[in-house]
């Protein structure tokens, strides 16, 4: 019987939405610890007047367009609004753990003395030579 893959990613914003869209996608489970009450990440505590600086096509996700509502440079509110529609598409609030700031990390694995022995890595995360 194989293990259950657990992955814990920080933070709900953009890039964190995406992990956790991806490690899901590779057969992992993932959980998303948010500090905040909502997803979003920097986007939910910006001026008012804040605006992307690039346009929204250098500014998505490659498997989710903008809506074409949308104007060429969003302000702060369509961005988290996206980001919501994002994660509402792709069903991801359900494993998010918002309020839940993350104070330390342990690693648990393998010794730095066999992590040394191994001389290439493979996309998997496991070397080569194993």
């Known amino acids: 019987m194989q293990m259950e893959k657990k992955v814990g990613i920080i933070g709900a914003g953009m890039c964190g939405l995406l992990a956790y869209k991806y490690t ?13 009450g909502s997803i979003g990440g920097v986007w939910t505590q910006t001026f008012k007047t804040t605006k992307l600086q690039t346009s929204r096509s250098l500014y998505q996700f490659s498997d989710f367009p ?17 980001l919501i529609f994002y994660a509402t598409h792709f069903n991801l609030l359900p494993h998010i753990k918002s309020n839940s700031k993350v104070l330390g990390i342990n690693y648990e694995g393998l010794s730095d003395e066999e992590v040394q022995t191994w001389d290439l890595w493979s996309v998997t995360g496991e070397p080569f030579n194993s």
């Open 24 to 36: 899901l996608s590779k057969g992992y489970t993932p959980f998303v610890f948010e500090s905040r």
């Open 66 to 82: 903008w809506p074409s509502s949308v104007p060429k440079f969003p302000d702060h509110y369509q961005v988290l609004d996206y």
